[in-house]
């Protein structure tokens, strides 16, 4: 048992609080990880907001890397002091889904319950009331215990907080270009919204080889970083009038518009952009995550008739155990800028202040750094 630091939420829709917790000794199939750095991704301010409701106390923070300091019964001990990516989505590995490769859409998975696989949690308050921990990995805290299926030992060379961006914005967004859409050598792509999921997919797509992408969003500065990224054109977007960006959008591609459009924000009207700037042929895929209950509407049939797509792509498509490597390897060879993504670095205290500028759509990637 040990003491540690975490911003924790009552429950969703309040703000976060710094709490000392209580952290039990990892059990079976479980392992302890000192948390190094942990990015501030979209998802956590959906929880925070209360867009998605989430059982509570829960400590926040789904997009971190540590160093493994124990391991429970059943995990190789030789684990013990490397430098560790988690994963937000720990599979089972027995379910229908984890059995056919389809790791993401894991049923049994204990981040469905914000604890560990046997449903308990390692975290308490000095009171003994249970904390969960958001997706099992809570990890904007100093220490975690975490499913072993979502700790996946980084190469040597990546910094902490690459490995902590490879646990979910650089996975999503790289993860759905390559893996979700399979994006060809040559194809023309557009993203809608430059978010950290966004930005990867712009990496994606420059890593995939696509001949224009084009980098859609409100604010300047976010087309500016695509351009460091691999973005050759530009759309600057203009919410109340979706009809010109979509005009714009086509314009910038050529062809009757790109083979393929990203929408990494979650929000029903750039989703009906994404599906209304494809040419006949075109793939929309769908990234940004919206509130619970909301719809998107399209016209239907030159939809059909155009022979268009629509994809859903859940945390790119990602086997973390052998895509999150892959992606370290990509950034040591140059091929993935991810640090770039690193706008800003702060302490666990600055939570809150760092959820206000995600609001304002003002932040690629704020890190949180957890001091050793
Ligand atoms: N599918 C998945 O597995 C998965 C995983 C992680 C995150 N997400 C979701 O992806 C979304 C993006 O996450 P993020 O962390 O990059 O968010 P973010 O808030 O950092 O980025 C959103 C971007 O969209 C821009 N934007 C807002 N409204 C716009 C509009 N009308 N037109 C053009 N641009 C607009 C903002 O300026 C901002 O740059 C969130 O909904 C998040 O929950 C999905
Ligand atoms: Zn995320
Ligand atoms: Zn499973």
């Given at each position: 048992?040990?003491?540690?630091?975490?911003?924790?939420?009552?429950?969703?829709?309040?703000?976060?609080?710094?709490?000392?917790?209580?952290?039990?000794?990892?059990?079976p199939?479980e392992?302890?990880?000192?948390?190094?750095?942990?990015?501030?991704?979209?998802?956590?301010?959906?929880?925070?907001?209360?867009?998605?409701?989430?059982?509570?106390p829960?400590v926040?923070?789904?997009?971190g890397?540590?160093?493994?300091?124990?391991?429970?019964?059943?995990?190789?001990?030789?684990?013990?002091g490397?430098a560790?990516?988690?994963s937000?989505y720990a599979?089972?590995l027995?379910?229908?889904?984890?059995?056919?490769?389809?790791?993401?859409?894991c049923?049994?998975?204990?981040?469905l319950?914000?604890?560990?696989l046997?449903?308990?949690?390692r975290?308490?308050?000095?009171?003994?009331?249970?904390?969960?921990?958001?997706?099992?990995?809570?990890?904007?805290?100093?220490?975690?215990?975490v499913p072993?299926?979502?700790?996946?030992?980084?190469p040597?060379?990546?910094?902490?907080?690459?490995?902590?961006?490879?646990g979910?914005?650089v996975?999503?967004?790289?993860?759905?270009?390559?893996?979700?859409?399979e994006?060809?050598?040559?194809?023309?792509?557009?993203?809608?919204?430059?978010?950290g999921?966004g930005?990867?997919?712009?990496?994606?797509?420059?890593?995939?080889?696509?001949?224009?992408?084009?980098?859609?969003?409100?604010?300047?500065?976010?087309i500016?970083?695509?351009?460091e990224?691999g973005?050759?054109?530009?759309?600057?977007?203009?919410?109340?009038?979706?009809?010109?960006?979509?005009?714009?959008?086509?314009?910038?591609?050529?062809?009757?518009g790109p083979d393929f459009?990203?929408?990494?924000?979650?929000?029903p009207?750039?989703?009906?952009?994404?599906?209304g700037?494809?040419?006949?042929?075109?793939?929309?895929?769908?990234?940004?995550?919206?509130?619970?209950?909301?719809?998107?509407?399209?016209?239907?049939?030159p939809?059909?008739?155009?022979?268009?797509?629509?994809?859903?792509?859940?945390?790119?498509?990602?086997?973390?155990?052998i895509?999150f490597?892959?992606?370290?390897?990509?950034?040591?060879?140059?091929?993935?800028?991810?640090?770039?993504l690193?706008?800003?670095?702060?302490?666990?205290?600055?939570l809150?202040?760092?959820?206000?500028?995600?609001?304002?759509?003002q932040a690629?990637?704020?890190?949180?750094?957890?001091?050793?």
């Amino acid at each position: 048992m040990r003491e540690i630091r975490a911003a924790v939420i009552p429950s969703s829709g309040h703000p976060t609080v710094i709490e000392t917790l209580r952290l039990a000794d990892p059990g079976p199939g479980e392992v302890l990880v000192r948390m190094t750095s942990s990015g501030v991704c979209h998802s956590d301010l959906h929880v925070r907001d209360g867009h998605w409701v989430r059982p509570g106390p829960i400590v926040m923070g789904h997009e971190g890397a540590g160093a493994v300091e124990a391991v429970g019964l059943g995990v190789d001990p030789e684990l013990v002091g490397h430098a560790v990516a988690l994963s937000w989505y720990a599979p089972c590995l027995v379910c229908r889904e984890c059995q056919r490769g389809r790791q993401w859409l894991c049923s049994g998975s204990p981040a469905l319950q914000h604890a560990q696989l046997d449903g308990t949690t390692r975290l308490t308050r000095a009171d003994g009331t249970p904390v969960l921990a958001y997706l099992s990995i809570g990890t904007m805290a100093s220490y975690q215990v975490v499913p072993a299926t979502a700790v996946v030992p980084m190469p040597d060379g990546v910094p902490a907080e690459v490995a902590a961006l490879i646990g979910c914005g650089v996975s999503t967004g790289v993860g759905a270009v390559v893996k979700t859409a399979e994006v060809p050598f040559g194809a023309t792509v557009a993203v809608i919204g430059l978010g950290g999921v966004g930005l990867s997919c712009v990496m994606g797509a420059a890593l995939a080889g696509a001949s224009k992408i084009i980098a859609v969003d409100v604010n300047r500065a976010k087309i500016d970083l695509a351009g460091e990224l691999g973005a050759t054109n530009w759309v600057l977007a203009e919410p109340d009038e979706p009809g010109k960006t979509i005009a714009a959008i086509r314009a910038s591609a050529g062809d009757g518009g790109p083979d393929f459009v990203f929408e990494a924000i979650g929000n029903p009207s750039t989703i009906a952009q994404a599906v209304g700037a494809l040419p006949p042929g075109g793939t929309a895929v769908l990234v940004g995550l919206t509130k619970y209950g909301q719809q998107a509407s399209f016209e239907a049939f030159p939809f059909v008739d155009g022979g268009r797509r629509i994809l859903g792509s859940n945390y790119g498509s990602a086997v973390a155990a052998i895509d999150f490597p892959r992606y370290a390897e990509a950034y040591l060879a140059g091929r993935l800028p991810i640090d770039k993504l690193i706008d800003r670095r702060l302490d666990l205290t600055e939570l809150e202040d760092a959820f206000d500028r995600l609001r304002a759509g003002q932040a690629a990637r704020q890190m949180v750094m957890h001091p050793g």
